[in-house]
């Protein structure tokens, strides 16, 4: 069965360095989003993107964040000098076609970002 | 912003017995909502949906009932088995919108 998947499971950096987070979405899905879980709270959404440009984003995603999709198969977030408080589960998903109907999103197995 | 709201954070039950989890939401712009399940180091795995257009939605052992007037909905769960154990997040979305809106989530425990 198709799955999505991130690179790395885990990514340890230090406050004010960048991260790329990685993302495969599943080859035939055309929206890919981001989300992130914040230990202990609510998985939030970040970003949608499709067709090659950012659809919607929430009021977390700054200007220290990026989406890309360098080439046909990945998806990356970036997070420009990372704070204390983007330590988080970040998840991506994409779907088929935009959410509604039975078009759901997948899921991701998460990238842990832990910033000391 | 609490648009989906899940006020219990936990709920035990028996193998074999009934899973009621509850939801809330506030925004009436939503006309999609989803069951999500969740594994400790997993992401979410979609479990069941309903549209707004409807007010029952049954897969196997998951039924989804949709009350908008009160915007509340539930998912039950029967028999609710140990394999089931994991965190429910609710969530909800607009046409036309990508945007899923999560829900605090509900720790269930199925005790064989």
């Known amino acids: 069965e198709p799955e999505v998947t991130q690179t790395p499971s885990h990514q340890v950096t230090q406050m004010g360095q960048e991260v790329i987070l990685r993302c495969v979405p599943i080859?035939?899905?055309?929206?890919f989003y981001w989300y992130r879980q914040i230990l202990g709270q609510k998985v939030e959404f970040l970003v949608s993107?499709?067709?090659?440009?950012?659809?919607?984003k929430s009021e977390i995603f700054d200007d220290q964040f990026s989406v890309e999709r360098p080439d046909g198969s990945n998806f990356t977030l970036k997070i420009r000098s990372t704070k204390l408080e983007d330590s988080a589960m970040y998840f991506c998903?994409?779907?088929?076609?935009?959410?509604?109907?039975?078009?759901?999103?997948?899921f991701g197995p998460g990238t842990r970002l832990t910033v000391l | 912003d609490q648009q989906v709201k899940q006020n219990s954070p936990s709920l035990s039950v028996q193998e074999g017995r009934i899973s009621i989890l509850n939801c809330d939401y506030t925004?009436?712009?939503?006309?999609?909502f989803l069951w999500y399940k969740k594994y400790p180091a997993e992401g979410p795995t979609f479990l069941i949906s309903i549209s707004s257009i409807k007010d029952k939605n049954e897969d196997g052992r998951f039924t989804v009932f949709l009350n908008k007037s009160a915007k509340h909905l539930s998912l039950h769960i029967v028999p609710s088995q140990p394999g089931d154990s994991a965190v429910y997040f609710c969530?909800?979305?607009?046409?036309?919108?990508?945007?899923?809106?999560f829900g605090t989530g509900t720790k269930l425990q199925v005790i064989p």
């Open positions: 925004n009436s712009m939503f006309d999609y």
């Open positions: 998903a994409s779907s088929e076609y935009e959410t509604s109907g039975d078009n759901e999103q997948f």
């Open positions: 080859s035939n899905h055309l929206y």
């Open positions: 993107f499709y067709n090659n440009e950012i659809s919607e």
């Open positions: 969530a909800a979305s607009s046409g036309g919108y990508q945007k899923v809106t």
